[in-house]
């Protein structure tokens, strides 16, 4: 199983960018995926999660109508498009799945490694 985010890097505040999620080694379109953040001195907390096919999103209070979280179950692909940066959205952004087996049991959680976020001026 492989999550590798990218997208990361250094913004101004009121600037945007856009994390993509690259995913293998599992069926991703049974999964569950999210986006969590850890600030330094900070718990990681979630940002945002997708259900399986898009039906259902859920942001944190902090991130709603800013971030937008998306998927493509072709490309495997889970995304969270950052705009209206802050200075507390400074993070590292990590790709978090669980996946929904046939069995009916969830497998995972799987992690990315993380990708830095930094908004300043």
């Known amino acids: 199983v492989q999550l590798v985010e990218s997208g990361g890097g250094l913004v101004q505040p009121g600037g945007s960018l856009r994390l993509s999620c690259a995913t293998s080694?599992?069926?991703?379109?049974?999964?569950?995926m999210s986006w969590y953040r850890k600030a330094p001195g900070k718990e990681r907390d979630l940002v945002a999660n997708?259900?399986?096919?898009?039906?259902?999103?859920h942001y944190a209070h902090s991130v709603k109508d800013r971030f937008t979280i998306s998927r493509d179950n072709i490309e495997n692909t889970v995304f969270l498009q950052m705009n209206a940066l802050k200075p507390e959205d400074t993070a590292v952004y990590f790709c978090?799945?669980?996946?929904?087996?046939?069995?009916?049991?969830?497998?995972?959680?799987?992690w990315g490694k993380g990708t830095q976020v930094t908004v300043s001026s």
């Open positions: 978090h799945a669980r996946v929904f087996g046939r069995d009916g049991l969830w497998t995972g959680p799987y």
């Open positions: 997708i259900t399986r096919f898009g039906v259902s999103t």
């Open positions: 080694g599992f069926m991703f379109s049974r999964a569950t």
